[in-house]
Structures are given as C-alpha cells and as structure tokens.
C-alpha cells in the first residue's frame, strides 16, 4: 500500500519536519564555528563579527518560524539565512 504526505498525521509530519530542520540547521551552526574564531574576528572587524553574530541568531532561531500551526513542512520551502561572504569583508 502506498502512503502519502495526505496519509501522514499532522503531527507526525510536523515533528519530522521540525527535527530534519534542527538538523540541517545544527550542521549550518557547525559549519560556521570557524567565522567566530577570536583571530578572524579581530582580522575582519566589528562589521564581520555583526554579520557572523546575525547569521547564527538566525539559524538558532529558525524552528520558532514554524509553529505547529505552519503549513511549511516541506525542507526545501525554508527560507534559510544567508552564511556572510568572508570575501565580501575587508581586513581592518
């Protein structure tokens, strides 16, 4: 028998959206890690460390976006915040 998304309980498919977006969102955090290190914060100045700063508060907050009430339960659908462009930002 073949299940469909219309098949799945809501809230079954709200809680493997919210854990694969924790997920994807975890790796994102991980990745960026090295944007905080004291030594590229002090090469990049006040203006990189503001954009490193805003990129990961918008990733740790990303799962408050999608209330059980959403109707985003699709990964691809998520906006996700723009990773800063270590190229785009002078040394000081």
């Known amino acids: 028998e073949t299940v469909?998304?219309?098949d799945i309980p809501p809230d079954v498919l709200y809680?493997?959206?919210m854990e694969s977006l924790r997920?994807?969102?975890?790796?994102?955090?991980?990745?960026?890690?090295?944007?905080?290190l004291n030594d590229l914060l002090d090469i990049k100045g006040p203006t990189w460390k503001q954009a490193v700063y805003e990129y990961r508060q918008a990733l740790r907050t990303l799962p408050e976006i999608y209330p059980k009430s959403s109707t985003v339960y699709y990964m691809f659908m998520i906006?996700?915040?723009v990773?800063?462009?270590i190229?785009?930002?002078p040394n000081v």
């Open 83 to 85: 990773k800063p462009n």
């Open 87 to 89: 190229n785009d930002y």
């Open 4 to 6: 469909t998304v219309l």
């Open 15 to 17: 809680n493997n959206f």
């Open 23 to 36: 997920t994807e969102r975890d790796i994102r955090l991980k990745d960026s890690d090295f944007l905080c």
């Open 79 to 81: 906006q996700w915040p």
